[in-house]
């Protein structure tokens, strides 16, 4: 990851209700914490767009 320039990567499962989604693993740099858990995929902006035409979700 580190030739990518970013600190994080992550790979969510959405759930059936197009609401939330589920994050059980990720890729860190270094010492960068991991981010677990159920969210709201409204917490992140246009994400319930994005996840519906299957594209990828780039947060700055």
């Known amino acids: 990851m580190s030739t ?3 600190n994080r990567v992550l790979y969510a499962e959405v759930e059936p209700d197009d609401k939330y989604f589920v994050l059980e693993t990720n ?4 010492n960068f914490p991991q981010m677990t858990g159920r969210f709201r995929l409204s917490d992140f902006g246009n994400a319930q767009n994005s ?9 700055p």
Do not use: A, H
Not at 27 to 30: G, K, L, M, R, S
Not at 51 to 59: I, N, S
């Open 4 to 6: 990518s320039g970013v």
């Open 27 to 30: 890729y860190v740099n270094n």
């Open 51 to 59: 996840q519906r035409l299957g594209e990828t979700l780039v947060l």
